[in-house]
């Protein structure tokens, strides 16, 4: 008889039927189902049957054998790289192990994120988790072997499957009361354009209720940050197609083989770095005593989770060059790229803010390297032909590119909103610095689908740091700030960064913007109607040069679509007219938003300039890309 999957999975599946079978015989589950049937309107038994399936498609557990076999076929799949984790980090999470379930969740950069965390846990000593991973990538045999390893399928779509959710809330909230590890992304999905995507709050959700009704106390969350010094390359493409819209490739056994053998070429390092742990039922108490509700406490849960992911994420020298190359428009000598990265090598080091391997920024071998490991991978082209070598973007490359400068735009974009508010009181003659703490709310409340923020008053402490680091003193947030005081901070400063970091977010709003203000206002349009539109609209001003060709990003135009969802300009039970005058105001508040952004460009030219003794030339040619 032939090896099928059939054959496999009954050779292998024994502990987890076990459980399962426990499960659904219990009083609980005919008590729940029988109120889900009543709520749904069906049969009892219909529910209980359909429930019972699901729970035997999500069941999982941890054969010794395969789980060895797993290990090999992890090793081989990262053999590209080297897989990095503190090996204190790890003592300390280890002895967290001991007592507490952990809830780990990662950022999500690739396919890879599964192979290399999970083996390097149980290697360090971490009881085996269970992983919840789409079930797109169950398939036979990696559905199979990955099953037996821990890993539990997911489906993404149950909009229209109720039985399935409730399904998937009992699974989660059995784990959650036995202590198991569990680890997912808080993502929900790879991210396409190299930042922390927004959080997802379905699964986090079954945890926090199950949490709250075991009252457990010995539930951690725990942020893991995920971070490659290069993608596989082959990856990273189709993420950059699938962000401009391409549709998304099946995943099965051809696209496997075709993704493994893709996997050759070393690209470097992979960093795991884990976050200060959230004591969940503590803080589920804390804001339930600030009278919030369910759907807030998730919300609020998630939100310090990603705080915390963002802030164990270092920044990689690829981030660094990329910065660099982004932002001269032009090919560069090391001397040029190392003059470049150096000013954000002392920001980082003010702020303590920690480059991934204990990279020195500052060392030109460091940025050699860096800039010989990009060239090998095609991401960056090199030419030695005249006096001096010179780096340049590759062809259809500077969206890459923009994927590893992003992996580092959350410890910059607060910079970047300073240098708005400062320019802001520039621009304001007789005006104090109130106006540009307004101005630096209106940004928060703009970017707040795309960016973590931080409390309005721990929003005003970062925004205090910042203007120290970049004025090299403390300045009291009692004393005045005039126009002189602002520009003489913006110009002594040598790291400049609005136009590299916010431009690109704020050119994908305004493509939405100018698509909605040329929308009849009681239209109603499909989202994903919509994001094609933009994504066309998009295309003809990035070769117009009226916007960042990286701003032509399905995912960008998603948030964007958030953003406008949230301030009502897709409302059309509202008077058509009320929705066309915020429409236009969004178009006014983003132009000017541009202009500044243009201004602050200028300035952080004029500084490279002077910092690499070397005038910037005009726009780059294609031969310098």
């Known amino acids: 008889m032939g090896v099928t999957r059939e054959r496999i999975d009954n050779l292998i599946h024994g502990e987890d039927r076990a459980g399962i079978d426990e499960l659904v015989q219990s009083d609980e589950f005919g008590r729940d189902t029988s109120q889900l049937a009543s709520e749904l309107g069906r049969d009892v038994a219909e529910v209980r049957d359909e429930a019972e399936g699901y729970l035997r498609e ?81 398939f036979f045999p990696l559905g199979t072997l990955a099953r037996r390893s821990g890993f539990i399928p997911v489906r993404r779509s149950t909009g229209d499957l109720p039985v399935y959710r409730w399904s998937l809330r009992a699974m989660v909230g059995r784990l959650v009361s036995r202590g198991q590890n569990l680890i ?34 010995q539930t951690l969350a725990v942020p893991v940050s995920i971070l490659f010094d290069q993608l596989p390359l082959h990856e990273v493409k189709l993420m950059v197609e699938e962000s401009r819209g391409l549709p998304k490739k099946p995943e099965n056994l051809r696209w496997l083989l075709s993704y493994a053998r893709g996997l050759r070429q070393r690209l470097g390092r992979i960093y795991i770095n884990f976050g200060a742990p959230v004591p969940l039922y503590e803080r589920i108490e804390a804001l339930r005593a600030e009278g919030l509700n369910d759907r807030q406490v ?56 920690p480059v991934a391997g204990g990279a020195d920024l500052t060392e030109r071998a460091t940025v050699s390297q860096t800039l010989h490991d990009l060239v090998g991978s095609g991401v ?64 928060r409340e703009l970017l707040k689908f795309d960016f973590f923020f931080p409390g309005r008053d721990e929003y005003a402490e970062e925004i205090w740091r910042e203007i120290a680091i970049m004025s090299g003193h403390e300045h009291d947030p009692a004393a005045a700030m005039g126009p002189d005081d602002a520009e003489r901070i913006l110009r002594q400063s040598d790291l400049i960064v609005a ?69 009502g300009l897709l409302d059309t039970e509202a008077p058509a007219e009320e929705v066309a005058q915020r ?43």
């Open 58 to 138: 999500m069941a999982a557990s941890h054969v010794p054998l395969v789980v060895r076999a797993w290990h090999a076929l992890s090793a081989w799949m990262v053999r590209g790289y080297q897989v990095v984790v503190d090996d204190d980090d790890l003592a300390k999470l280890r002895a967290l192990d001991r007592d507490h379930g952990l809830i780990l969740l990662i950022s999500h950069r690739s396919y890879l994120d599964q192979f290399s965390l999970p083996p390097r846990l149980l290697q360090g000593g971490i009881t085996p988790t269970f992983g919840m991973a789409g079930a797109n990538l169950d």
């Open 184 to 217: 997912w992304s808080i993502e929900g999905g790879r991210s396409r354009t190299g930042k922390l995507r927004p959080p997802r709050y379905g699964l986090l959700r079954y945890v926090t209720d199950a949490v709250e009704s075991d009252q457990s106390r």
């Open 298 to 353: 998730v919300e609020r849960v998630a939100l310090d989770i990603c705080h915390r992911l963002n802030r164990a994420t270092p920044v990689t020298a690829t981030a660094a060059v990329s910065v660099a190359m982004l932002g001269e428009d032009r090919s560069l000598t090391l001397d040029e790229v190392s003059a470049t990265v150096a000013p954000l090598a002392r920001y980082l080091r003010a702020r303590g803010w």
């Open 380 to 443: 960056l082209t090199r030419y030695s032909g005249g006096t001096e070598t010179v780096w340049g973007i590759g062809q259809d490359q500077h969206l890459i590119v923009s994927v590893y400068r992003n992996s580092a735009i959350h410890v910059l974009f607060m910079r970047a909103i300073v240098e708005l508010a400062l320019l802001e009181i520039v621009r304001t003659p007789g005006m104090t610095k109130r106006v540009g703490w307004e101005r630096a709310l209106e940004i």
């Open 499 to 567: 136009d590299l970091v916010l431009r690109p977010f704020i050119d994908a709003y305004r493509v939405l913007a100018g698509e909605l203000e040329i929308l009849d206002p009681r239209a109603t349009v499909a989202e994903q109607e919509l994001l094609k539109r933009c994504l066309r609209l998009g295309r003809q001003w990035s070769l117009q040069h009226r916007i960042t060709e990286e701003s032509v990003s399905g995912e960008m135009f998603s948030t964007a679509v958030k953003m406008a969802r949230h301030r």
């Open 583 to 625: 429409r236009r105001a969004l178009v006014t508040e983003l132009d000017g938003l541009q202009a500044s952004i243009e201004e602050l460009g200028r300035i952080r030219r004029g500084i490279s300039a002077q910092t690499s003794g070397v005038r910037p030339p005009g726009p780059a040619t294609s031969a310098d890309r």
